[in-house]
């Protein structure tokens, strides 16, 4: 059974950072790109960010750039969110995401909750 | 970027009925678009993929159809479980999102 499986969300203030972690579990995780995906209260699903299966090419949504870092440890069958500089407007619940071809989400954590707020 | 637009924003139907839900692609994305089912505090789920491909596990009642611009999601003979807000999704761009009631 695919199982994803978010940590690390919190209160965290303006300016602050935070890192997300993502374990998967049943499937080969070093086989797969995967993403995080967010989605801020009462509001739609808004994709932030992927890595490749071995790490070597990254890609995020603009408001994140420069901001946000996406790592993965295949040895433990994990993905990181680092997300430094927060703002209001990041806060939301955080999502990681097993992809298939396409960038198609095909299995979904459960999410982690992330508010910035003094 | 490709914006996706969906409609309606929200619809209210009953048990049994068929409904349809729209997205429009600002540009030509041949048939690469997926619909995600989220209910309410859950995460979302995958439907549909490659425009028309039912995912594994999901009722049949569940349909995609188009290419290049215009697509469809069908659910026909409604279930209460389908309440819930439908998006579609083209590589790193969702739709806004409808909100089914049933």
């Known amino acids: 059974e695919v199982q994803l499986v978010e940590s690390g969300g919190g209160l965290v203030q303006p300016g602050g950072s935070l890192r997300l972690s993502c374990a998967a579990s049943?499937?080969?995780?070093?086989?797969?790109?995967m993403s995080w995906v967010r989605q801020a209260p009462g509001k739609g699903l808004e994709w932030v960010g992927q890595?490749?299966?071995?790490?070597?090419?990254?890609y995020y949504v603009d408001s994140v750039k420069g901001r946000f870092s996406i790592s993965r440890d295949n040895a433990n069958n994990s993905l990181y969110l680092q997300m430094n500089s927060l703002r209001a407007e990041d806060t939301a619940v955080y999502y990681c995401?097993?992809?298939?071809?396409?960038?198609?989400?095909?299995?979904w954590g459960q999410g982690a909750l992330v508010t910035v707020s003094s | 970027d490709t914006h996706m637009t969906q409609s309606p924003s929200s619809l209210s139907a009953s048990v049994g009925d068929r409904v349809t839900i729209t997205c429009r692609a600002s540009?030509?994305?041949?048939?690469?678009l997926n619909w995600y089912q989220q209910r309410p505090g859950r995460a979302p789920r995958l439907l549909i993929y490659?425009?028309?491909t039912l995912q594994s596990g999901v009722p049949s009642r569940f349909s995609g159809s188009g290419s290049g611009t215009d697509f469809t999601l069908t659910i026909t003979s409604l279930q209460p479980e389908d309440s819930a807000t439908y998006y579609c999704?083209?590589?790193?761009?969702f739709g806004q999102g409808t909100d089914l009631e049933i």
């Open positions: 995401a097993r992809e298939a071809s396409g960038t198609t989400f095909v299995y």
């Open positions: 490659g425009a028309s």
């Open positions: 049943g499937f080969a995780f070093s086989d797969n790109w």
């Open positions: 540009q030509t994305i041949t048939s690469s």
């Open positions: 999704q083209h590589r790193g761009t």
């Open positions: 890595i490749k299966h071995d790490g070597s090419e990254k």
